[in-house]
């Protein structure tokens, strides 16, 4: 089976939507984000604070370099993965990209209900910086082969829509 690759912007749901759909297609799961902190024994916003987010795009890029050579899994992949054209061609070779989005309101809703875990957001204006953001990456997401708005929406009729548009017969399409 194609990989099934969740991208967006941060607050759009990708891990729990990604649990639910592996969940549903019997298949694992990987946390981009997840995996890089467990394997640098610190939270991202630590790695963002100590060593740079540079430092941080290199983790992440090593990660998806890991995860290009798997098959049959689905992934949430972090907010940025999409801004370095190698991640996108690697993850584009492995798998079908679907983008996670969502209205900026419900995005720093969503971010901030999850503590100080986003340090790009880190600004004195959250919402501003989500809104332009948002303006910079659109170009990125938009590489995605296809988008799927949960602003309204639960995870289950989230996961249900992604099922109908891509996956047949328990494969992706
Ligand atoms: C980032 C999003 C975060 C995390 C890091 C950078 C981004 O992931 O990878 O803080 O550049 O948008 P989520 O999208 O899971 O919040």
């Given at each position: 089976m194609k990989n099934i690759i969740l991208v967006g912007f941060m607050g759009t749901g990708k891990s729990v939507v990604g649990r639910m759909l592996a969940e549903r297609l019997k298949c694992p799961f990987v946390d981009l984000d997840a995996e890089i902190e467990k394997e640098a024994g610190r939270s991202i916003a630590q790695i963002f604070a100590e060593q740079g987010e540079a430092a941080f795009r290199r983790r992440e890029a090593e990660k998806v370099?890991?995860?290009?050579?798997?098959?049959?899994?689905?992934?949430?992949?972090?907010?940025?993965?999409?801004?370095?054209?190698?991640?996108?061609?690697?993850?584009?070779?492995?798998?079908t990209l679907v983008c996670l989005t969502a209205r900026p309101e419900v995005i720093l809703e969503r971010a901030l209900s999850r503590g100080p875990s986003r340090p790009l957001l880190d600004a004195p204006s959250p919402k501003e910086r989500v809104e332009e953001l948002l303006k910079l990456r659109a170009p990125f997401y938009s590489k995605a082969d296809l988008a799927i708005e949960t602003s309204d929406r639960t995870v289950e009729e989230v996961v249900e829509e992604i099922m109908a548009k891509i996956v047949e017969g328990g494969n992706p399409k």
């Open positions: 370099r890991e995860i290009s050579k798997r098959q049959g899994i689905v992934v949430a992949t972090g907010g940025g993965v999409m801004l370095d054209e190698a991640n996108v061609r690697l993850l584009k070779r492995c798998g």
